[in-house]
């Protein structure tokens, strides 16, 4: 009768366990890495023969957060091809945990995310190019020998980046 | 007398390039004429940039109600207001932001005590005229409306992280008759929100 119980009772707080609340997507763990001059420049000149998409937004900024799911879907149906995708966010560092990672969780994402490490804004937007005005979203495009190919600021829709990455890897 | 016309002659030739030289600036933003405008605050008022040309400057700030940026610059931006307003220094804000209204413009400039005129700039015509893309972005115009300072406010949202007073040192630079010593810079910010085209 005794094991009877003891099998019983261990059945019932597996089930109480199973039923805590679960995190929005438990196979996903998002990493974001502090990316200053050093981890950027190595990102864009690593290619290993692939593109880079590299979108620039914050949690702050409604066109970047309302944009992101139409990256997610161009990294996945670019998957393919041989394009790498990242982002970096411009959020304030404390705001990783927070803010940042459950963003990027809630939007089920594969690819690698950063977050501004730079100690000044203008260091960042001097760093990617001395044209941008320092308005995000930003998305830059380098090609495999990371030469920057492609500066489109403002929020851009799905098809405007995929006409822009089919002109570039045609 | 040949030997003096050719001496002339060769004068002339060698001085014309540095007349011409002294008209050309390196840095076309220093010589860049903003345009005047007139646009209304949030009580119907008309204000025009040319109301304004006989301030020592103008500072034209395009700000927003809802970006988290500008409303970190809220109380410096009152306070710079405060502080430069007796020095003949004119002040208006702008806000092109095709999604605020007029009402929550006045609610904003009432709630952070704004003592400056914040005009509504229906369809960003001042904004695309301006090439504004952020806010806050910040134009600081003589009385000739040539643009002697573009960019930020300072260079940190966070005020106990800032360096470089950015706005406040264009200022003093001008009312000490200086040259602005630092004529441009950048920030992030919101992107003003357009009209489609």
């Known amino acids: 009768m005794k094991p009877f119980f003891v099998i019983l009772l261990f059945s019932f707080l597996i089930l109480i366990g199973c039923k805590g609340e679960e995190p929005l997507n438990d196979s996903i763990i998002i990493e974001v890495k502090t990316a200053g001059e050093k981890e950027l420049s190595d990102l864009i000149n690593n290619r290993n023969g692939k593109y880079l998409f590299l979108n620039i937004w914050a949690t702050w900024c409604l066109p970047c957060v309302e944009e992101f799911p139409d990256i997610v879907k161009l990294s996945v149906n670019y998957k393919s091809d041989k394009i790498d995708f990242a982002s970096l966010s411009i959020d304030y560092i404390e705001d990783k945990e927070n803010k940042v990672i459950p963003f990027l969780t809630k939007m089920n994402t594969t690819f690698s995310h950063f977050i501004n490490g730079f100690k000044k804004d203008e260091a960042l937007i001097n760093f990617i190019n001395k044209e941008w005005s320092g308005a995000v979203p930003l998305t830059v495009i380098y090609d495999s020998s990371g030469k920057q190919v492609a500066m489109l600021e403002g929020a851009h829709t799905y098809d405007e980046f995929a006409d822009k990455l089919n002109t570039l890897i045609k | ?197």
């Open chain 2, 1 to 197: 007398m040949i030997r003096k016309i050719a001496f002339v002659l060769l004068f002339a030739l060698l001085i014309l390039p540095i007349n011409n030289l002294s008209a050309f600036n390196p840095n076309p933003d220093e010589l860049k004429k903003a345009e005047n405008f007139t646009l209304t605050d949030y009580n119907g008022k008309g204000h025009s940039l040319s109301d304004y040309k006989n301030s020592k400057a103008i500072v034209v700030m395009f700000i927003a109600t809802q970006c988290p940026v500008s409303n970190d610059y809220n109380t410096r931006m009152a306070k710079i207001y405060e502080d430069y307003k007796s020095k003949d220094i004119a002040f208006i804000g702008i806000n092109s932001n095709k999604q605020e209204s007029v009402d929550e413009i006045k609610k904003h400039s009432t709630d952070n005590k704004f003592g400056f005129p914040v005009l509504k700039d229906n369809d960003n015509i001042i904004a695309n005229k301006y090439e504004a893309k952020v806010t806050p972005e910040v134009f600081v115009l003589n009385g000739k409306f040539e643009i002697l300072y573009h960019g930020r406010i300072d260079d940190s949202r966070k005020v106990a992280e800032i360096e470089v007073h950015d706005l406040r040192s264009t200022l003093d630079e001008i009312l000490a008759s200086k040259k602005v010593s630092n004529p441009k810079t950048k920030a992030f910010g919101c992107s003003i929100k357009r009209v489609s085209k």
